[in-house]
């Protein structure tokens, strides 16, 4: 702890402290003599920090440094497709939101992760097709199937179909590089009350907070765009 010099030697040095004024720069080479004049320990005390002068040198070991965990994220894409089938979107609307949630289950690579989660007034007590691997073409027959049993009837609540997702995801596990929602509506969120932006909003921090990102499509004229 008595050491010569610090870690102001510059990075051919050992030491991993800060100088005091018993062993501050023997021969006078560091940066910090040569803007200061004195030792670290001397101008760290002197600014508007509330840190006091060591009375001498440093006495305790080096903290011990803290375990690290790594996370290994995973390259499947996982997908959370999320349906308005509120009763705005009767009659073509839901005709080509279905189309288009067909195709993405077209598209979507063999191996990836997909889900199927409806909305209106409210949620249902699960998903349409539960957020799985695509594996074969019997998956993707189970997915359009969820798709085309949607019946459009009752109020809009975008947070009801987002946190129906976001339980998808968190089952299956947030452990992955590409996890994605694609929100497909044709209006206002409406719903829950008494304040159904304020809620959204809240749901959409969380889906952030884990890296979940939520790509919108617009159906119909009458958007609400805000």
């Given amino acids: 702890a008595a050491g010569s010099a610090c870690l102001m030697e510059g990075p051919d040095s050992d030491d991993s402290e800060f100088c005091w004024s018993g062993n501050h720069d023997p021969d006078e080479d560091t940066e910090q003599h040569c803007d200061k004049c004195e030792s670290c320990w001397e101008t760290i005390a002197s600014k508007p920090y509330g840190v006091s002068l060591p009375a001498g040198a440093p006495v305790e070991l080096a903290p011990t440094a803290d375990a690290i965990a790594c996370i290994y994220l995973q390259d499947d894409p996982r997908i959370m497709l999320v349906l308005d089938r509120s009763g705005s979107m009767a009659g073509t609307r839901l005709v080509d939101e279905k189309k288009a949630a067909k195709l993405v289950v077209d598209l979507v690579e063999t191996g990836s992760y997909l889900g199927v989660a409806s909305f209106a007034t409210a949620a249902g007590a699960g998903p349409d097709y539960a957020l799985q691997t695509i594996d074969n073409a019997a998956d993707r027959t189970a997915a359009k199937g969820a798709i085309d049993a949607l019946a459009a009837s ?35 969120n409406n719903r829950p009350l008494p304040d159904p932006d304020l809620a959204l909003y809240d749901k959409l921090d969380e889906l952030v907070a884990d890296q979940i990102v939520v790509n919108t499509i617009g159906i119909g004229s009458d958007l609400d765009i805000s």
């Fill in 154 to 188: 009752g109020l809009t609540n975008y947070t009801s179909g987002l946190d129906m997702a976001h339980d998808e995801f968190i089952d299956v596990g947030l452990d992955a590089a590409n996890m994605s929602i694609i929100f497909l509506s044709d209006g206002k």
